[in-house]
């Protein structure tokens, strides 16, 4: 375009320029939004966003954070360290599940297989400990015939006797190693059974069955109104046990939520399927010296799974959580603003 044309058409108006003033975002403390070209200032040490000519978030100015934030906030980012590692283990295994076996029918045939060969170990050992037994028996009556006479039992038959009565009890000890690792093996094979009729399930109702879910979630959210984390801390197995029931208890029966994954340290519901929606994921981990059970809230990346996260339904979830697993909260004056009836430790 010549500069003569271009001259004419700034000219006629044709060729025009907009200029968009910023717009703002932010909420006051009575919990009303308002957009402003400007914040004003005694917003302007609150939290508050930029946004586009189209309405979308380009930035955002937070609040400076209290001592009391910033250890909370390191408290949470620990926990959902402890809280990755554990759900990492768990796809590993699943996807390592689902590799080796395509139906219930592979997995019995391979207990069936595992059973049956610790069984003849178990006959192999039986039959050495009667051969013993008749050995024994052969040297104690040469030793009583000795006896008898007046005689001295010789050494050979004294160590004979006590090579073979020790042998025997390292067999009798080698079977009984083997009969619980007959049981284990059930046991383990059993818990492989439930999750690969979990994961099927999972993936027939078109549900995601990776754990790890929460990585694709905003982890720099709070977890939950005033930023609460709902981490228990047991003072030992059989406590945690006991803590671990309730949790369960409590996402099962009380808290209405449908659980997907449900292992010896996740208790976890589906991946989160709206704005309005959360997950819930309930690890058991373990600390430099103690057992935690940690309850992690997480919504979807937006500003209105932000709020969600923020607000009363969430805080609902960690109270009844927090009532169940460590008895009632008070019930008089204003829900607590901060880290209620929680445990701060440090997670590895």
């Given at each position: 375009m010549s500069s003569g044309l271009l001259a004419c058409l700034l000219t006629a108006g044709l060729l025009t320029t907009t200029v968009h003033a910023d717009t703002f975002r932010?909420?006051?403390?009575k919990g009303t939004v308002h957009y402003s070209d400007q914040v004003p200032p005694e917003q302007a040490k609150t939290r508050h966003s930029k946004l586009s000519a189209r309405g979308f978030e380009v930035e955002t100015v937070e609040a400076p954070k209290t001592p009391e934030q910033v250890e909370r906030e390191q408290l949470l980012k620990q926990l959902r360290t402890q809280q990755e590692k554990v759900l990492n283990e768990?796809?590993?295994?699943d996807q390592a599940l689902m590799r080796t076996y395509r139906s219930t029918e592979e997995i019995l045939t391979a207990l069936k297989v595992k059973l049956d060969s610790l069984e003849s170990n178990i006959r192999?050992?039986?039959?050495s400990i009667d051969r013993d037994t008749q050995s024994l028996a052969t040297h104690e009556k040469r030793a009583g015939e000795s006896v008898s006479k007046g005689q001295p039992v010789s050494q050979a038959t004294h160590d004979s006797i006590a090579?073979?009565?020790k042998r025997m009890t390292a067999y009798q000890n080698q079977i009984q190693r083997t009969?619980?690792?007959k049981l284990a093996t059930s046991d383990r094979f059993g818990r492989d059974m439930k999750r690969f009729l979990a994961i099927k399930a999972m993936q027939d109702r078109n549900e995601n069955p990776n754990v790890d879910w929460t990585r694709s979630v905003a982890k720099a959210m709070g977890n939950g109104p005033g930023d609460i984390i709902s981490v228990v801390e047991c003072e030992g197995k059989s406590q945690c046990d006991h803590y671990w029931a309730l949790a369960g208890d409590y996402l099962r029966r009380k808290s209405g939520y449908h659980v997907a994954v449900e292992t010896e340290k996740i208790?976890?519901?589906?991946?989160?399927?709206n704005d309005t929606d959360f997950g819930i994921t309930i690890t058991r981990l373990t600390g430099k010296t103690n057992f935690l059970i940690f309850m992690d809230v997480i919504c979807?990346?937006?500003?209105v799974g932000e709020q969600l996260c923020k607000g009363e339904r969430v805080r609902e979830?960690?109270?009844?959580f927090q009532r169940s697993v460590l008895g009632a909260l008070p019930d008089t004056g204003p829900p607590p603003q901060s880290q209620p009836r929680s445990t701060r430790t440090d997670p590895d």
């Open positions: 932010w909420v006051d403390e768990q796809r590993d295994q192999m050992t039986q039959a090579a073979l009565r009969e619980n690792e208790l976890q519901t589906p991946y989160p399927r979807r990346p937006t500003s979830v960690h109270e009844g």
